[in-house]
Structure formats: C-alpha cells, structure tokens
C-alpha cells in the first residue's frame, strides 16, 4: 500500500441532505481507502516517518492504541513493507473491527479503556508500556505524532480545496485524536479564514469546553460512547486554533438517524459520520446555512464497521434464530 493509493477519495454532493437544508451538501467519503478509513493517511505517514528516521529497523514491529480503523491501516502498511503489527484497542472496538484486525494479521490486545496515557488500563498505556518494552518496535502514538496532522494537512486539506474549487464554506469532522480537524483545517483557513471549520463529539467528551475556555471538568467523567470519537482527555494532535466551534450529540440520536440516512439514501454510514448528520438534524437552525454554501462533511469510514451496532438490532428481530427453526 503505497502514497499513491492513499488518499484522493472522492466528494460527492448528496441530493437527499441538500434538498433538506436548503443548501450544497458533499460528503467526503474516506471509506474508498485500502484499509477502508480516512486512518489510512495518518498511518503511512507516522509509519514512513519512523522508517525514514531509523526509529525501527527491517522486520520490526509497530505498536498502536486505536479504536481499530489506525491499527487496520497500520497493520496493512506494515505487512506490505515487511513489518508485524501489535495492536491495543479497547473493549468498546466494534466486533467488525476486531475481525477485520485479525484478518489482516495484527496481533490484538484487548484493553479496558482509551483514556490516555496516564491510565494505566488504557489502549494508549498499554502501548506504549509494550512498545517500551520490546527490542525494535516503535509506538505510533497517533494522539501526539505530529504526523497525524501533518498527513491531513498535506492531504485531506488540499483534496478539499481543489475537489469543491476553493469554494468550500463549511467543513465539519468527528473528534478523536483531533488529527483530522486540526490539519485539514489549519490548510483551509490558510486558503480562506472565513471557511467554518466545525468538530463533532459525544455528549460529556472534554474538547467542546477546552475550546471554548481552555479548561478542563474537574472530574473525568464517561462520554456517550460512538467509536473513533470522543475523548476525556486534550490530545496533543487536536490544535483548538485550527478550529471554529465543536458541537455535541448523544449515541441513541447518532443511531436513530443511522439508521433513518440509510432508509433515505440507501446508504450505511460509519458510526462518527452519523454523529455528523445528527449534529446537523440538531443544529440546523444555529448553522444557518445559506443557499450558495458548499459544506463538505467527513465520513471516516463506513456502516459495514457497525453492523452488529448500528443496524442489526432490526433483522435479528425479524429473522428467527436457529433455536426457533
Ligand atoms: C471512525 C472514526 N471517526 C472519527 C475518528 C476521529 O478522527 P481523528 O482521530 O482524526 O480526530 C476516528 C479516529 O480514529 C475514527 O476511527
């Protein structure tokens, strides 16, 4: 898997949710990636990086905590230029992801939690604890490698611009490492400052009031749980200057309108890209979109990760199970 096959994905306007909002909606589908997720782009270039620099030699091993999407692409990468993989995803990963890890050959530990680095039952902990620990392998560490964001600065920023010909207004991503947000929006606003650049996060997880104030709750408290999104920590690679605004939405929301995407368009989308569309059915009116606007929304990955999740509850329902027959 090489740069070339990375990236490039196509943006695609959406009938359905621009008739809606009375407005041009495009959907930047990262799901036409090798390993299926935008992850893809942060992980060739955190790996390229540590190779190019002599932080691993041939045959190494490169350790990840991720939520799964970062340990795919870090696995596939990895195995086509001759390394292994050991990856760190907390018990909340989605069963799809976990399957798709192990057919690609990662080697998985299932950890309690991601909540950063200090936790000792974290994804992030783990990794690092075992990458600390083993002769040549080298800790990605996608939540403080200047990579991440450097590889949506270098692409996903760029793609935008020249897909919707300088004429994106609005660009609104999930929150996880802030990679994402933080580097395709640090080129846009670089292009044109009045382009709105707006995360998205569950209810309860810490950037919404980190940006706002620079604080942090006083507590750790839990977040609605929607995978690739949502911290209760402030990720090195999140850059609060990149960004405009970030808005919140709970997990039930995020699946009902799952759910109702799909019955309109045909469509499965990835968890985080239906936390997007519920933070649009939320704040529609506060957003004010105007008739000429060209609003890019990111989709990370695709509703074929969520089955067991997002859609299944309705045709486990409907089918009867093997006892039953
Ligand atoms: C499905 C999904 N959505 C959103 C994100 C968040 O992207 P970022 O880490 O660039 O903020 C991730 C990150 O792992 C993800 O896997």
């Not at 799964?68 to 696995?75: C, E, Y």
């Not at 399957?99 to 936790?119: F, K, P, T, V, Y």
Request: proline share 4%.
């Amino acid at each position: 898997m090489t740069a070339t096959v990375i990236g490039n994905t196509p943006v695609r306007k959406c009938e359905t949710l621009s008739a809606l909002y009375q407005t041009n909606i495009f959907i930047k589908e990262e799901f036409h990636n090798p390993g299926m997720s935008a992850k893809d782009r942060p992980a060739l270039f955190m790996i390229q990086e540590a190779i190019a620099s002599g932080k691993i030699r041939p045959g190494g091993t490169f350790v990840e905590a991720s939520s799964g999407n970062t340990g795919l692409g870090i696995t596939l990468i990895a195995k086509q230029l001759g390394y292994r993989s050991k990856i760190f995803v907390s018990k909340s990963c989605s069963e799809e992801k976990i399957a798709n890890l192990r057919c690609a050959g990662a080697e998985i530990e299932i950890c309690e939690n991601s909540n950063g680095l200090h936790d000792f039952y974290s994804t992030q902990f783990r990794a690092q604890s075992y990458a600390a620990t083993q002769d040549n392998a080298y800790f990605t560490n996608q939540y403080y490698n200047t990579q991440n964001i450097r590889a949506h600065y270098k692409g996903t920023g760029p793609e935008l611009w020249q897909q919707t010909e300088g004429k994106i207004t609005h660009f609104i991503a999930g929150v996880g490492t802030g990679g994402t947000i933080s580097g395709a929006g640090r080129y846009l606003k670089e292009r044109n400052t009045a382009i709105k650049i707006w995360g998205v996060e569950p209810n309860g997880s810490v950037l919404q009031q980190f940006l706002q104030d620079r604080t942090l709750p006083e507590s750790v408290r839990p977040y609605d749980p929607i995978e690739g999104i949502g911290r209760n920590f402030v990720p090195g690679s999140f850059d609060a200057d990149a960004v405009d605004e970030i808005f919140q939405v709970d997990g039930e929301s995020t699946k009902k309108i799952a759910r109702e995407y799909r019955n309109q368009t045909g469509n499965l989308t990835g968890f985080s890209s239906a936390a997007v569309l519920c933070c649009l059915e939320k704040y529609a009116d506060k957003m004010n979109f105007k008739e000429d606007d060209v609003v890019v929304l990111f989709f990370p990955d695709h509703g074929s990760r969520y089955v067991s999740k997002l859609y299944a509850q309705e045709f486990a329902a409907m089918v009867p199970s093997q006892k039953t027959l």
